[in-house]
């Protein structure tokens, strides 16, 4: 059931859809003149695809004997609504008409879903390094083996992204999310046929599937959020969205020392409980692709706010989804975040990685302990995270916010090495509580900043190059990382990670915040608008996009 959308004040009254028939233009034309070019004929159109109007800024401004000037790349153009046949008035002198936008209950229901499967997928990921030394000794295999199990989902990643978001862009939400859970649930199959000391191949194919699910996973939560949440909670879903993915690490910490003890001298037994976790979570992704296929739609029935009506509006048909690369790879802010994204999550995925032998380094015979460092790591980063998203659907301050948590971040890993081999266990569970607060926090901080910076580029392109740049980063930075742990120790690997999470807060302090999509939802329309296909491929009927006379006034 939908409601109307209380934040912006959007929706109209049943019964009474937006007239339709007005043209952005630019806002000082005089109104009689361009009414008269219009009825002549000009056709009314909507913004459309990377741009590009229907009816080009030329075509308009020749009719009006203005001179053809196209716009700047980030130039904003001030817009107002004209009549376009003879005897309307113009819109707003009787009352505002705007988009239809409205919040659809079901909403709740695609995140939770989400949410979920990507906990599973996100536990598979981490479940074999927590206990690397127990795998280590089933499969006969080097630490080396054991730290490709999660590197895969890193390498799988980089080159699947591209056709991954090409898939999202062009066939839409519910086929890739479909991709993600399906996958998923394959992979964890697979792994139960592989406990047995000989089948490490096995366990490791299962892997794969598993690191090609997630390539369909990174990148919807800021497409989720965008596509079924309002203005003023879009943040907070992206954060909760990408909250699942981290309980699902969180729960991968904690529940495989407890599953699969330490019984290296009972092979059987240590075969029986390795098969017990394996089930488990075949069965839980099972459950979870099912209520995939029956709930998870591709997009509500009105869009919930402006900004994603001004989009779903567009001319889907023409979307070059090329293009849209490029003008991602020629946004200098966005190439920035882009860096600083990749090294701040690559850090994390190393230390997470790694943790497990850092921690039985220094306290030998702590593997439940170690996992419990890495829960207490999470959690507080999940915690992070919600107060995060909570703070920049409040404030909107994404450039303030992004640099203070990437500083912070960087001072507790600071910390965090410096108190490693004290003695004191617990002074490792409070430093490590402190990093994760501030480095799991920073995710969906970049996400929600990459959607605001490239606005109207797909969400699901921008969120997808950001996820290559980490797993890349992961690899190299968990690849170096352990070899200077191995040839060095841990306060080596970690002072590495310090120097670069260093030249990350420099260069997150020279982006430039240029906050598009909050400055459409607010009301001060953007002249570089182009189509993404979020809607299904038979939901592709035209329609028109107005603009508010509170949108008109405030411009």
Not at 33 to 43: C, I, R, W
Not at 61 to 74: D, I, V, W
């Amino acid at each position: 059931m939908a409601r109307p959308d209380d934040e912006e004040g959007a929706a109209v009254a049943a019964g009474h859809p937006p007239a339709k028939g007005y043209l952005l233009v630019p806002g000082d034309a005089p109104a009689d003149k361009v009414s008269a070019e219009l009825q002549n004929g000009l056709k009314a159109g909507c913004l459309a695809l990377n741009g590009v109007p229907r009816d080009s800024p030329a075509a308009v401004l020749g009719a009006l004997g203005r001179p053809q000037s196209p716009p700047g790349p980030e130039e904003e153009t001030q817009v107002r609504l004209l009549p376009a046949g003879p005897g309307e008035k113009t819109p707003g002198a009787e009352g505002a008409q705007v988009a239809r936008t409205a919040l659809s209950a079901r909403r709740f229901v695609v995140l939770l879903i989400f949410s979920l499967y990507s906990l599973v997928n996100a536990f598979q990921w981490i479940q074999y390094s927590i206990i690397s030394n127990i795998f280590e000794g089933f499969y006969s295999v080097s630490s080396l083996h054991i730290d490709w199990l999660s590197m895969v989902y890193m390498l799988a990643y980089v080159p699947l992204i591209f056709p991954a978001t090409w898939l999202l862009d062009t066939r839409g939400l519910r086929v890739t999310a479909l991709l993600g859970s399906g996958l998923n649930c394959l992979g964890a199959w697979v792994k139960c046929c592989s406990v047995q000391q000989h089948l490490f191949w096995v366990t490791m194919l299962g892997q794969c599937l598993c690191s090609v699910a997630q390539v369909f996973i990174l990148g919807l939560p800021s497409r989720i959020a965008s596509v079924w949440f309002g203005p003023k909670e879009v943040s907070t879903a992206c954060a909760t969205a990408v909250l699942g993915n981290q309980l699902g690490t969180a729960v991968g910490f904690l529940l495989p020392p407890v599953l699969v003890p330490n019984t290296q001298n009972n092979t059987d037994l240590l075969a029986c409980n390795i098969s017990t976790m394996f089930y488990g979570t075949s069965a839980v992704a099972t459950l979870l692709f099912i209520l995939t296929v029956i709930a998870f739609k591709e997009k509500p029935r009105y869009p919930p706010s402006q900004a994603q009506a001004a989009i779903q509006d567009s001319s889907p048909e023409k979307y070059s989804y090329k293009k849209s690369i490029r003008n991602l790879f020629k946004n200098i802010p966005f190439v920035l975040l882009l860096i600083t994204y990749g090294i701040m999550t690559g850090a994390f995925y190393s230390v997470s990685t790694l943790l497990n032998q850092m921690i039985l380094t220094y306290y030998e015979g702590e593997e439940v302990n170690a996992g419990r460092i890495g829960l207490t790591l999470v959690v507080a980063g999940m915690v992070g995270s919600i107060l995060c998203g909570l703070w920049l659907d409040y404030t909107k301050t994404y450039k303030q916010t992004t640099l203070t948590v990437y500083i912070l971040s960087f001072v507790g890993m600071v910390i965090f090495t410096c108190t490693l081999d004290l003695g004191y266990i617990i002074i490792v569970f409070i430093t490590g509580g402190v990093l994760g607060f501030f480095m799991t926090g920073y995710l969906p901080l970049g996400f929600e900043f990459a959607v605001e910076i490239t606005y109207p580029e797909s969400e699901g392109t921008s969120s997808g190059l950001l996820n290559a740049a980490a797993q890349t980063f992961g690899i190299l930075f968990t690849l170096v990382q352990g070899m200077l742990t191995s040839n060095y120790g841990p306060k080596a690997g970690n002072i590495f990670l310090c120097v670069w999470m260093f030249i990350g807060s420099i260069l997150t302090a020279l982006i430039k915040s240029d906050l598009r999509r909050h400055n459409i939802n607010i009301g001060i329309a953007n002249g570089d608008i182009k189509a993404v296909p979020v809607d299904s491929p038979t939901d592709q009927e035209s329609k028109t996009i107005m603009m508010s006379k509170s949108s008109e006034s405030a411009i």
